[in-house]
C-alpha cells in the first residue's frame, strides 16, 4: 500500500521538475527565436527605407551623421547588417517589373525573386517567409517594392540551437530524473521505515495476542462450567471474544500487507458466487436481499483464500451498513480487467471522509465504533489485498448510494 504512494509521490516530484525545466528552456529558445526573427525584419524594413531606383547597389548603411537613415547604436548592428544579403523587385503600378536586385551572389536568378514576388502580391501579402527568404512589401513613390533577406544563416542557427537544446536538455532531463530520484527516495525513506515499522509492530502484538486470548477464552469457560452462568464471566467471555476477532482482522491485515503466498489460477466468478450464497442468510435475517449479475469464467493468477476474504469484506460492508432494502453486486470482464462492484443505499459520506473510508481503524460513526465487530480494519484489508494482486478500490457515493469498484487484472 505505502509502496504505491511512494511511487506516486516520486513520479510527482520528478514529473514537476522535469515539466518545469522543460518549459524554461522552451520559454528560452522561444524567446531566442522571436529576438533574432525581429532584428532580421527590422533590417529588412532598413533596407527598405534605404532603397531607390535609382541606386545601382544594394543600400548601405552611411558613415557621415545627417546623411540619410539614423546608423544603429550598437556596431554590431552595423556589422551584421552589412553581413545579412537582401534581394529585391520593383514592380510598376501597372504589374510591370521594374528592377530586380539579385545580390550578385547567383543564388536566386532574377526569374525565380520575380516569381515569388508576383506570387506573394497576388496573395496580397505584407511580410512573411519563403523558404530561406524573409520578406516584406512596402508602397514607395510610384511603385511597389517586394524586399528579401536570406534568412539560411539565422535558420541554421536556429537548427544548431534547437539540435544543441535537445541534446543539453534531454541530458539535463536525465540528470534531473536521477537526482530527483535519489532525492525522493532520502525524503520517503523515514515514512516508509516508519510505515515499515508499524507493519511490523502490528503483526509481532497480534501474534503475542493469540495466546493469552486463547488462555482467557478457555478459563472462562471453565469457570462458566463450574459456577454457572455468572453475568461478570459473560462480559469476560464477550469482551474476549472481541478482542480475539479484533487479533484475527489485525493478522489478516499483516498477511495481506506483507506475506507473499504461491499464486495460483483461480475462478473468481465461482468466488464471488459462493460469497454471495454465504451472505444471502444474513441478509434475509436483517430484512435485505441481494441481487446478484456475475459473468461466468473470470479467472485470476491469485490467492483463493485472499480474494474471498476481499468479497466478504465487501459484502459485510453492505449487508452491516446499507439503510436500503437491496444490495447489488456485479461480476464483468472489461478489456484485460476483472470489474467487482458492490452497491447499496446507505447515507451520504462527505467527500473528506471518504477519501479515508481504506485508512486502518477508520470509521464514518465514532459513536458506534464499540459495538459489533467491526474496528475499521475490514476495507484495509480490502485495499490490501486488491493491491496485493497488482488491482484497485475504490468509492463513490452518489444520490445515497455507495459503490465499491475492484478492479483486478483477468486471465
Known sequence: MFNRSR???????????????????????????REIQKKSADFLKDYIERYSL??????????????????PDHPDESRNYQL????SVSFAEDGSVLAVDNGMRGIYSNEDLIGIAEDIRKKGQTSGQRDMLLFQTAQKEGYVLVAFMDNTVTDSSMHTLLRYFLIVGGAAIVGMFIISLFLSKQIIRPLEENDQKQKQFISDASHELKTPVAVIGANAEMLERELGENEWLSNIRYENDRMGELVKQLLDLSRAENTDTPMERVDFSRIVTEEVLVFESLAFDRGKTIHSDIEEDIHLTGRHSQLSQLVSVLLDNAVSHSTGNDIAVFLSRQAHKAVLRVRNEGEEIPPEKLEHLFDRFYQLDEARSSEGRHYGLGLSIAKAVA?????SIDVSCHEGRVEFTVLLPAR
Request: net charge neutral; proline share 9%.
Open 84 to 87: 545579412s544579403t537582401f534581394y
Open 387 to 391: 493491491e496485493r494482486h497488482s488491482g
Open 54 to 71: 535609382e541606386q545601382e547597389s544594394p543600400p548601405a548603411i552611411p558613415d557621415g551623421p545627417g546623411s540619410g537613415p539614423q546608423k
Open 7 to 33: 511511487k506516486k509521490i516520486i513520479l510527482s516530484i520528478m514529473g514537476s521538475l522535469i515539466l518545469l525545466f522543460a518549459v524554461t528552456l522552451s520559454v528560452i529558445l522561444l524567446a531566442s527565436y
